[in-house]
């Protein structure tokens, strides 16, 4: 079946140091897009691509960055810029930007 | 700017009864607006979009939603509830920007169904 997968699906992080969540799709969808959900908010966006070898800034980049090398392929690197990276983290694919947006199942990052 | 309130952060219902959930949205143009429902721990799934066409629209598991321009509203309803409707509710709108038009989420409603 296509969609997306994420992973891994619980991720652990100490204090300086990076970790890397992982979003892969098999939808053959063009833009990509990462989003940080916290408690009691709705979503905001990271980082979107709309094409490989792409990407643009979100409302809340700061901290995070990404790659797009591969069509199928966002990873999404929390730094330790990133002041307060404890959230759940969800990847989403559209056919093309502006499509509506399929979403995998999330990475919720905790400090350590 | 484009923006959604979702107007109860919870609601409870028992099982069979009717379901609504509230939405007022605020954008200069005839918007594009979203339902979307997330269960515990996953991602989110789209239940129904409004673009402009008919304005009582139909989606996935028996939920509807109306758009009134009038009352800037995006009312999401189900005639009766199902236990596995629990779950949290996103209004979300798409703004408005030339190019890429990101989606405005709202802060979400949580559904509680009891039996």
């Known amino acids: 079946d296509g969609g997306i997968t994420q992973s891994p699906k619980y991720l652990f992080r100490k204090e300086g140091q990076n970790v890397t969540l992982s979003c892969e799709q098999n939808?053959?969808?063009?833009?990509m897009y990462w989003y940080r959900q916290d408690p009691g908010q709705g979503l905001r966006l990271i980082y979107y691509s709309q094409i490989v070898n792409d990407f643009q800034k979100g409302d809340i980049a700061e901290g995070y960055s990404v790659s797009r090398e591969k069509k199928e392929s966002f990873p999404l690197t929390v730094t330790s810029a990133q002041k307060n990276p404890t959230a759940f983290y969800l990847c989403?694919?559209?056919?093309?930007?502006?499509?509506?947006?399929?979403f995998g199942d999330g990475t919720r990052l905790s400090i350590l | 700017a484009q923006s959604v309130t979702q107007l109860d952060s919870h609601v409870s219902v028992s099982e069979g009864t009717p379901v609504l959930l509230r939405c007022n949205y605020s954008?200069?143009?005839?918007?594009?607006l979203f339902w979307y429902v997330q269960h515990p721990n996953k991602g989110l799934q789209l239940l129904l979009k409004y673009t402009s066409a008919a304005t009582l629209v139909k989606g996935i598991n028996g939920f509807e939603a109306e758009f009134k321009k009038s009352e800037t509203s995006f009312h999401l309803t189900k005639p009766s509830a199902h236990m596995s409707d629990a779950a949290e509710y996103f209004c979300v709108v798409r703004s408005d920007d030339t190019g890429f038009q990101k989606l405005v989420f709202g802060t979400g409603t949580r559904l509680l169904v009891s039996p």
């Open positions: 939808l053959n969808h063009d833009a």
């Open positions: 954008s200069s143009y005839s918007p594009s």
């Open positions: 989403a694919s559209s056919t093309r930007p502006n499509q509506p947006q399929h």
